[in-house]
């Protein structure tokens, strides 16, 4: 008999984490006895014109419900808590969830009110994809000491103490909570970091396939913590100590990218910048030679688990990263699959990365790193048995 369980999200279902990791998590899921609803609960504005493309794909393995927000003269946090966890009460009743999945901070807090009312009768994941609050500050969204986050953190505590599990991306993550909340809930912490589809088999080719030239690429968002900036900042340096070398972008938000890049016009005809959805990303991705991931060093990376990094690695391609990026540095000193930027020392850290781009087994050592340490049917399969532990409890 088939365990229902509730996936709760606050993201439109174009999300590309979302997508590249929610919804495959669901499917692996409803292939081994769990029936799987996914509820988003979004304010009315907000349009995603995807959405029925999305659910016509996966309508015959997860059971979608949308929760629309649209009471006009009540705060919008107020709007969300209050008529979407009355709506999410409803989908319980009636489908009878036995485990609610609550990805991300607010999605949680609503699992959290849920989970108090109905006790261990409900099992509640709490699926911690960053420091959710912090990332509001640094947008400027709340101030750093005001009333809001002064709440957010208590009731963000509240929400680890009473969720039956905790899931983050990094180790530096579970670190973090540990010192923030206390070694008591060390145990009902799980590390899963974002990993990516990995195939069987790598098909090794000379980087003589690119006519010579050494192909850096980006890939993601152009979210503040990416620092766009710093990327443009290290490919100047990269075109001065490396001959024949290309930067490409690969995004589905140019415009930020472009105005970016007007800021450093002696690389302007080095840089190609292309819209692509996330499924056609692996092919810009197989025609590199180096994956580029550099942010700031705070709080917001230390904990984090770059979905990109493990793509780079999955196409066989060594990553030039900055320090303090999640679990990244372990990996790279692990395995010698990349280089750390340190303390911004590019011209370095470009020196290393040109030798390592020469060594003839670079392309297949990253690939099998990608197979052992991000591949996503292990981080299913880690979800898998959380959800059978607390099935059983």
Known sequence: MSVSI??????????????????????????????????????????????????????????????????KF?????????????????????????????????????GLLVKLKYGSNIKLIYDNRGVYIDEGIMQGRWKKNGAKVRFLRFAEKLLIKKSDQVVVVSNQFKKLLVEKFGSVFVNKITVIANKTKVPTHFKVEKRSRFNNSNIFVYSGSAAKWQSIDKIFKLFCSIVKHIDNSTLKIVTYEKEPFINAMSKFPEIERNVSIVSSKFDNVINYLNKASCGILIRENNIINNVAS????????????????????????????????????????????????????HKTDINQRCFEVAKKEFNQLDAFKAYKIIYDKLNYE
């Open 306 to 357: 770059p979905l990109k990094f493990g793509e780079y690695l999955a196409a066989g391609l060594p990553v030039l990263v900055s320090e303090g990026i999640g679990d990244t540095r372990e990996i790279i000193e692990k395995y010698n699959v990349g280089v750390i930027v340190e303390q911004n020392d590019y011209e370095t850290a470009i020196k290393k990365i040109n030798n390592l781009l």
């Open 6 to 71: 509730l996936f709760l999200s606050d993201s439109n279902l174009s999300n590309p984490i979302l997508y590249s990791q929610g919804f495959p998590l669901l499917m692996f899921l409803n292939e081994h006895k769990y029936k799987t609803f996914f509820a988003q609960i979004m304010h009315e504005n907000v349009i995603d014109d995807n959405e029925s493309k999305i659910i016509d794909k996966y309508k015959n393995q997860i059971n979608f419900r949308k929760i629309i927000l649209h009471h």
């Open 74 to 110: 009540v705060p919008n946090i107020i709007d969300y808590f209050i008529f979407g966890t009355k709506n999410i009460l409803k989908i319980i009743k009636k489908e009878n969830i036995k485990i609610i999945h609550a990805r991300s901070l607010f999605p949680g807090l609503i």
